[in-house]
């Protein structure tokens, strides 16, 4: 039994390994990580070689969320050739979604609830997106640290000040995913610790405990919702952060 509302976030060994001082271990998150590829990957195979001209509802939902990140999330936020990019979006929006969705359940862990995640996740995107744009423009990929129309007097000051803005959209990537979903995972927690608190007090209590069991059903979901929402986010920004390079806006 958990006690503490952060001992579900616990990383620890399931398969120890060790290469020239490395260590390689399995570990709970490295297993829901791939249990998470593994379903997306036989989720979208099988829908993709069983595909009618009369879908079934299994592959209206793959249809659905293929025009969703299309439509709504690439074609709306990158302006020019973003159809190139739809595979990476798609993979990196199903990977969070599917990370978060599997975190619900009862036992497993949120591999999106630990910074390292995501940081990770964030920092090879946003390595991507600098590799396109100076592949894109070359050198001329640096003006966008300094606005346009603004006199180069005071590049000294704005270069550094729109660099360090510009690094940290990493880091907002990064917190944005991991502190939604900590935060919730942990009020759930804390609110199933009170009812059963209270259930074990018995007398009036334990009557009284079906009131957070009410909130704990409204809250999950809402965190349901939030699995999804924050997929979407952090697809939404890194096809911004995309079209700020291929078009140096």
């Not at 503490?4 to 390689?24: W, Y």
Request: hydrophobic residues 60%.
């Amino acid at each position: 039994m958990l006690f503490s509302p952060l001992e579900q976030f616990a990383i620890f060994k399931l398969i120890p390994i060790s290469f020239f001082g490395l260590d390689l271990s399995i570990t709970n998150s490295t297993l829901f990580a791939g249990i998470s590829c593994l379903i997306s990957f036989i989720f979208f195979n099988f829908i993709c070689s069983n595909s009618k001209l009369v879908p079934s509802l299994w592959q209206v939902i793959a249809e659905s969320l293929f025009e969703f990140v299309f439509y709504n999330v690439l074609s709306e936020n990158i302006k020019k050739g973003g159809s190139a990019y739809f595979p990476i979006i798609l993979t990196i929006f199903i990977y969070i979604l599917s990370c978060n969705l599997i975190g619900m359940i009862p036992y497993s862990f949120t591999v999106t609830s630990h910074i390292v995640i995501t940081l990770g996740l964030a920092i090879v995107a946003f390595v991507g997106i600098n590799i396109i744009g100076l592949s894109i423009h070359g050198f001329h990929f640096f003006s966008l640290f300094l606005p346009g129309g603004a006199p180069l007097a005071l590049a000294p000051l704005l270069i550094p000040i729109e660099l360090v803005s510009y690094s940290f959209r990493v880091v907002s990537l990064a917190l944005r995913l991991f502190a939604n979903m900590m935060s919730g995972h942990c009020l759930l927690k804390i609110l199933a610790g009170f009812a059963w608190t209270m259930l074990s007090a018995g007398g009036i209590l334990s009557l009284v405990h079906l009131l957070p069991l009410v909130v704990i059903f409204a809250i999950v979901g809402l965190e349901l919702s939030i699995a999804f929402l924050q997929a979407y986010v952090f697809s939404v920004l890194l096809c911004i952060y995309l079209n700020d390079a291929i078009s140096l806006h």
